[in-house]
């Protein structure tokens, strides 16, 4: 029974590299996407019961409710903010302990290494990747130029940095974090999954 918090910087595949991890491992896959789109699906109330019979097999109802939701959905619109909003904070905070209680599980996002921080069985891994990389892919994906790339991307992993610093006090850079640090501009996302499961298969013993 082991959980695995992923933690990235913007532009590292991070969503495939969790869901292929879990998926060789047999674990579930607890990302921010599922958790907003389940957000979404139950701010329409008609939808509400309908969601909940079809993924009744899932795990992450055991975690997730009305109150749960309402509180994830008011970060899924940027223009909300998160730091403003104690109660969400302790609601990712309860919902990455229980998901910690079940067990087997991986985390992306939310947190989780911090909140996780000096549990047993627990690997913290933490997916970066050169700075000017990720301005010349955004440069080349979004037609722009250096100067608003690198705005861009300051942009999009500036809320994630706050967050960590305003709640936890931490640099979510810092290597005392994690137990697991892999450059994503040098290592494929089958390569990032094999070794997220070596580093587990070590930890355990």
């Not at 990235?8 to 921010?32: D, M, N, P």
């Not at 947190?111 to 010349?136: A, F, M, S, W, Y």
């Not at 996302?189 to 580093?199: H, M, S």
Request: glycine share 6%.
């Amino acid at each position: 029974m082991a959980v695995i918090t992923i933690s990235k910087e913007f532009g590292t595949e991070s969503e495939k590299v969790a869901s292929q991890a879990a998926k060789k491992l047999g674990y579930e896959y607890i990302g921010e996407q599922l958790i907003a789109e389940i957000a979404k699906e139950l701010h329409v109330s008609e939808s509400e019961a309908e969601m909940f019979r079809k993924t009744s097999q899932s795990r992450i109802l055991r975690f997730v409710d009305r109150y749960t939701c309402s509180i994830v959905q008011k970060v899924v619109d940027r223009e909300h903010g998160c730091l403003d909003d104690k109660n969400y904070y302790e609601t990712t905070k309860k919902l990455v302990q229980d998901v910690y209680e079940a067990g087997n599980a991986i985390i992306l996002g939310w947190g989780g290494q911090c909140i996780l921080r000096g549990n047993p069985n627990t690997l913290h891994v933490r997916l970066v990747k050169d700075e000017e990389t990720k301005i010349r892919e955004v440069m080349k994906n979004r037609n722009l130029e250096h100067k608003a790339a690198k705005a861009f991307i300051e942009r999009e992993e500036g809320d994630l940095k706050a967050y960590i610093e305003h709640y936890f006090n931490e640099d979510w850079n810092s290597a005392h974090l994690y137990d697991l640090i892999i450059d994503m501009g040098k290592t494929s996302v089958e390569k990032a999954v094999d070794l997220i499961c070596d580093n587990l298969k070590h930890k355990d013993q």
